[in-house]
């Protein structure tokens, strides 16, 4: 069973910045799709960003719209390596952040344990 693991997450204030990684546990990953969500206290978890397989490892990005602009979603085939980069985080960036690594056809789907984000107003 694969198993993601990732890191990055911690307090930052408002207009910060914060790396987020996500690295399986084993296998190859570079046809997959891979996805970040987020879950905020007392909500449900919602799409942050994704790196969509189109392809001759090839890939297209899209973004939730509260995120657009401030975060980019990015990942390294060589290491295996799914991060997002967020920048001028608000506190309702607040949330832990979950990555999902998911196979070209959506049989196969893999969760991180997530990690905490905390954005300090």
């Known amino acids: 069973q694969v198993q993601l693991v990732e890191s990055g997450g911690g307090l930052v204030q408002t207009g910060g910045s914060l790396r987020l990684s996500c690295a399986p546990s084993?296998?190859?990953?570079?046809?997959?799709?891979m996805f970040w969500f987020r879950q905020a206290p007392g909500k449900e978890r919602e799409f942050v960003a994704a790196?969509?397989?189109?392809?001759?490892?090839?890939?297209?990005?899209d973004y939730a719209d509260s995120v657009k602009g401030r975060f980019t979603i990015s990942r390294d085939n060589a290491k295996n390596t799914l991060y997002l980069q967020m920048t001028n985080m608000k506190p309702e960036d607040t949330a832990v952040y979950y990555c999902?690594?998911?196979?070209?056809?959506?049989?196969?789907?893999?969760w991180g344990q997530g990690t905490q984000v905390t954005v300090s107003s």
């Open positions: 084993g296998g190859t990953f570079s046809r997959y799709h």
């Open positions: 790196s969509r397989y189109t392809g001759s490892i090839t890939y297209y990005d």
């Open positions: 999902k690594f998911s196979s070209s056809d959506y049989s196969l789907n893999y």
